[in-house]
């Protein structure tokens, strides 16, 4: 069984999150592949408004499950107002919603990495969205990030402390003026962190080829547009992750065929 795929051909705002809320409906599974908080897929939902930044939008549907793949950043003090936000329909987000392993997340320091270095470019900013993305996109591939599979280890904390370190002495390095309590943002994580571990987390990889094996039917849902995938967008103001039909197969663990 084929994955099919959803992406913008733009930079993005070109209406997926609507298109994949239609779609839905002819799929067992929605599997969001990259990006993070910067997506902002706006769906109505029973006269209501919600927009979507990481949770995939085929989360009104009762019947299909949501992944969120091993592609993506997440941002837990966002993935909990996204879930909050929610909260007022009957959602059974432990067995609907589904969270790779594999993902990375977003410490409060990788938000002020963000401002610190747009700051620090001045009139040459690239119009970051400064959710912290590029800078924990940057630690993945510096092999020294933090995954969501780690909060299921005793000593998760310790790693979080070491990190947030690493980048207290990285904005140091950028000598520009931020405004920011420490322990405010460290507790406020850790309250979000409580929230997400009452999700299920899973081998995505091996969670969607059993899928296919057993041909269910599967969505991945792109975030952005293809003009601004790392690689091939209008680099340098493109986003932090591949976009185009790569980043799916990379982002869900899924071979091109």
Known sequence: MAV???????????????????????????????????????????????????????????????????????DPVIFDKEIQGLSQFDIDFQKVLLISRKAHLILPTHRLLDAASEKAKGKD???????????????????NGMR????????????????????????DFYNVALDYDLEALRQ????????????????????????IKDKKTILAEGAQGSLLDVDFGTYPFVTSSNTTAAGACTGLGIAPN
């Open 148 to 171: 969501v599979g780690d909060l299921e280890l005793d000593n998760w904390k310790d790693i979080f402390d070491a990190l947030t370190q690493k980048h207290i002495k990285m904005i």
């Open 188 to 211: 406020e994580f850790f309250a979000s962190i409580k929230e997400l571990r009452k999700l299920t987390f899973i081998d995505s990889e091996e969670y969607l080829h059993t899928a």
């Open 4 to 74: 099919d795929l959803l992406l913008g051909l733009q930079w993005g705002d070109e209406g997926k999150g609507k298109i994949v809320d239609v779609l839905t409906q002819n799929y067992n599974l929605i599997s969001r592949f990259q990006g993070g908080p910067n997506a902002g897929h706006t769906l109505i939902f029973d006269g209501y408004k919600h927009v979507l930044h990481t949770i995939p939008s085929g989360i009104f549907h009762k019947e299909a499950v949501n992944v969120v793949g091993n592609g993506v950043v997440i």
């Open 125 to 143: 900013k690239i119009g970051s969205t400064l959710k912290g993305i590029g800078p924990t996109y940057m630690d993945k591939t510096g092999r």
